[in-house]
């Protein structure tokens, strides 16, 4: 089964890497307010550059340049392509669905393109949907590593 990865990145503006595997790379997007169980919450997720397979558990301090800052491993795990279309096909269409079985983040989510630069990322209404609680605010750990992005400083 294909992965996903939910890496936090406190770079000159916190933010979530959202990312799922498709044919051998990491197809990326940034959610600035990061993912949301609440399916009422649609998260703006900009497009980024594919990144390769093996970044998929970095965990570190990226030094000066693009991107320089802290970043963990938020969430990570498999998912399932829930539509009808290969995944490609399907992100090329502007819409994919999913079914993410991470250890925080799990169920049916969406992502579906608004413009060229703009898409959001949307969970949609199952068992493992969550009104009630934030869990990037409850769970702000690594899920490799137990750290937060406090703890690398
Ligand atoms: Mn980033």
Do not use: C
Not at 110 to 117: E, H, I, T, Y
Not at 120 to 147: M, N, Q, T, V, Y
């Amino acid at each position: 089964m294909p992965i996903f990865v939910v890496q936090k990145h406190d770079a000159r503006r916190l933010h979530y890497d959202f990312r799922l595997e498709v044919d051998g790379v990491l197809r990326s997007w940034a959610v600035p307010r990061g993912p949301s169980t609440n399916p009422s919450d649609k998260r703006l997720a900009v497009p980024v550059e594919d990144h390769s397979l093996e970044y998929a558990d970095f965990e570190g301090v990226i030094g000066e340049g693009y991107g320089a800052g802290s970043v963990i491993v938020w969430d990570t795990g498999d998912y399932e392509n829930a539509g009808r279309l290969p995944m490609a096909e399907a992100l090329a269409e502007g819409h994919a669905v999913f079914e993410l079985q991470g250890r925080k983040l799990r169920g049916r989510w969406a992502l579906q393109r608004v413009a060229d630069d703009r898409w959001l990322l949307i969970k949609a209404a199952d068992e493992h949907a969550d009104r009630e609680h934030d869990l990037l605010a409850d769970r702000p750990e690594s899920a490799l590593s137990g750290r937060t992005i406090e703890d690398l400083g």
